[in-house]
């Protein structure tokens, strides 16, 4: 994609940040009430609600820069070039060979700035099926965890928000179901590609058994193709930095942030004498600034929101984890909890695209230099044109299996229920690479995984990565599963809706000429990682000798610590995780303040 060629206005500079700090040695204090590690997508939702009390001080400690001023971070349609591995944006992450994907490693992306994913991610606003929560309930043995009860939270959370454009959106959502007072902006998209769009509603009409049309993803029933969401609002990102660290909330006394401070551990262990099971206490977090080492003492909490990634990462190298493997590295077990770090479900997509005639695709902007410009050009003057989304996904579909499909024999169905998806198909008109010429695609992802990885240390060096195993397609159900997704893909392609004018022309992979084996194949070699990692820090019942949190995000068998971020997630909804890791966020602080009342 070519560097935009203008200079971006001088206004982006001008939101003066003075809480967020910069230079450690400029901290007030490093006694706290709250420490919170990670100033991420749930982070951020943590320490604004917990500082609405202003009797309770909090830090924030966030290894990566500030998000101020970053123009990819910005403007949706640059969201490739502050996420990609490489940026000084990014942990540049990479995963071990993964067998069930030909052995392909692949480059895990997670933001490394203030907001997390929530700064760098494509901005997907999608929530799940009812069936996923109240699976999260069952599992916890927790009604709060429940559809009906964590609704309230996609309410607080939210602000609908007019797109870009100001196009008359009746009949793309349901307002119903929507919040319109919180900190995070979501709207449709603000730019039309009215030529393919058109063609993905007919198809909804003229396919209406396999593909209905669905006014709003975002209700709990997500099923049927629908407008896509996203956390854009007046043609920017809408992150966990710029909704809930405003200048007005960024300036309450009684919250600092401290930006290039990378945690390594928990320290200061003690065990309590007062209680009869004697629980484990840390008192404080060891982070890197620059070469030193520093500690931040929380007097009531610890809360970990580093994802689901650096989560787990901290605890194995504070002795919280399996002590096989502890020992192996030689790190003392504080705290015997096999399960950190395990059970990581992601998932799978893979797509087809073809050739089309038309030059109404996203290649008309990337691939002609003066278009671009112009295109940046109109953002940079009025927040408008297509730099106001992402790379276009106009819309969305959430399928199922067919009920009676011969993968069920294999593994029992791995969904949550009879109205949650195990595929999404994202629709764009572009394609998956740079190729001359216009294209479409349809992304297809396997969204009910049956198959299981890992996040484990690779050495006793706290800043060391750590090792990545997504146990990408290592069920063999998983990898069938998504070639049948592939089909459903190509038989929306065969809707009239594109084939009545010669709009569609050839596919960029002659996919249904495949044999079955060849499909699935073929599938191995040609996915990849939705970004969409949790579990390793997963929510079991209280008192259950797996998991490690309670129900309340408390870490099993320690006092004053506790997980608020994707990690608690115990399987992977059917759904990209921005909105859930919110909501989780969102309830966690409640939870928080439920206990310090």
């Given at each position: 994609?070519?560097a935009p ?9 001008t ?9 450690v ?15 991420g997508?749930?982070?951020n939702v ?7 009390d202003?009797?309770?001080?909090v ?10 001023g970053v123009?990819a971070a ?10 990609d591995t ?5 942990w540049?992450?990479t995963?071990t060979?993964q067998t069930g ?5 692949f480059?895990y992306?997670?933001?490394y700035l203030l907001g997390?994913?929530?700064?760098h991610?494509g901005?997907?606003y999608?929530?799940?099926?009812e069936a996923d929560?109240?699976r999260?309930?069952?599992l ?10 964590i609704?309230?939270?996609?309410l607080?959370?939210?602000k ?6 100001n196009?008359n959106?009746?009949g ?11 900190p995070?902006?979501?709207?449709v998209?603000?730019?039309s ?7 993905v509603i ?7 058994d396999?593909?209905?049309?669905n006014?709003?993803?975002?209700s709990g ?6 407008w ?7 043609g920017?990102?809408?992150?966990s930095a710029?909704g809930y660290?405003t200048p007005?909330?960024i ?11 990378q945690v ?9 004498r007062?209680l009869?099971?004697?629980?484990i206490?840390f008192q404080?977090?060891q ?7 520093f500690?931040?003492k ?5 809360i970990l929101?580093?994802?689901a990634?650096g989560?787990?990462q ?6 919280i984890g ?8 030689g790190?003392?077990t504080?705290?015997?909890?096999p399960s950190?770090?395990?059970n ?13 005639n ?7 902007i990337?691939?002609?230099i003066?278009?671009y ?5 109109e ?10 989304d992402?790379?276009a996904?106009?819309h969305?579909g959430?399928?199922r299996l ?16 009879p ?11 572009s ?5 001359p010429?216009?294209?479409i695609?349809f992304?297809?992802?396997m969204?009910?995984?049956v198959?299981?990885g890992?996040?484990t ?7 060391a ?16 599963a998504?070639a ?7 038989k929306?392609?065969?809707a ?10 050839a596919p960029?992979v002659?996919i ?12 191995r ?7 969409h990692i949790?579990?390793?820090a ?7 000798q797996?998991?490690?949190v309670?129900?309340?995000?408390k ?8 997980v608020i ?6 399987i992977?909804?059917?759904?990209h ?6 909501v989780v ?8 303040k439920?206990?310090?009342?």
């Open positions: 994609m070519f060629a203008l200079t971006i206005l001088a206004f982006f500079g939101l003066g940040f003075c809480k967020v700090y910069e230079n040695a400029d901290l007030p204090s490093l006694q706290y009430d709250f420490v919170i590690v990670g100033g997508t749930a982070g943590v320490a604004s609600r917990l500082t609405e202003s009797s309770v001080s830090l924030v400690l966030e290894a990566g820069p500030s998000n101020q123009l910005q403007v949706p349609f640059l969201s490739i070039e502050v996420s490489g940026t000084p944006y990014s540049n992450y995963t060979p994907a030909d052995g392909h490693v480059d992306l997670r933001g997390g994913c929530s700064s991610n901005m997907a999608t929530r799940g099926a929560f109240d999260y309930a069952n916890t043995g927790d009604e709060g965890w429940s559809w009906n009860q609704f309230p939270y996609f607080k959370n939210e609908w928000t007019a797109p870009a454009d196009h959106t009746q793309q959502y349901n307002p119903a179901v929507h919040g319109t007072d919180g995070i902006s979501v709207s998209s603000g730019f590609w009215s030529e393919f769009e058109q063609r007919q198809t909804t009409k003229e396919l209406p396999d593909f209905p049309f006014l709003d993803m975002n029933k997500p099923l049927g193709i629908g896509f969401q996203y956390t854009i609002g007046h920017e990102r809408s992150s710029t660290l007005e909330i300036q309450r006394p009684n919250l600092d942030v401290l930006l290039h401070a390594s551990k928990l320290v200061n262990v003690t065990q309590s007062a009869p099971i004697e629980p206490t404080g977090v982070f890197r600034y620059g070469t030193s080492l500690v931040a929380a007097s009531k909490e610890i929101s580093a994802g990634i989560t787990p901290i605890l194995l190298n504070s002795g399996d002590r096989t493997a502890l020992n192996a590295l790190i003392p504080v705290l015997n909890l950190v770090g395990k990581v479900s992601e998932h799978a997509y893979s797509g087809v695209s073809w050739a089309v038309s030059n109404q695709t996203v290649e008309s990337t691939q002609n003066t278009r410009n112009e295109a940046f050009a953002w940079n003057r009025s927040h408008t044109g297509p730099f106001v992402p790379s996904g106009t969305a959430w399928l067919n009920a009676s499909s011969p993968l069920f024999k294999i593994h029992p169905d791995p969904s949550p229920g109205d949650a998806p195990h595929f999404e198909m994202l629709l764009q008109p394609a998956f690479a740079g190729t010429g216009h294209f695609s992304t297809m992802a969204v009910s995984p198959s299981r890992s996040v240390l690779s050495s006793n060096d706290p800043f990565a750590p090792l990545i195993d997504l146990g990408f397609l290592s069920s063999e159900f998983d990898a069938l998504l049948e997704g592939i089909k459903l893909a190509l929306f392609a065969s009239p809706a594109w084939n009545h004018d010669g709009y569609l022309g960029t002659d249904a000429a495949m044999t079955p084996a060849e499909l699935t194949a073929h599938v070699a040609n996915s990849g990682p939705g970004y949790v579990g390793t997963g929510m079991s019942p209280r008192g259950a797996y998991g490690v309670d129900p309340d995000l870490v099993k068998g320690i006092a004053g610590l506790r971020d994707a990690s608690v997630v115990p992977v909804p059917g759904a995780t921005q909105a859930v890791t919110y966020a969102e309830r966690g602080a409640d939870l928080v439920q206990t310090w009342n």
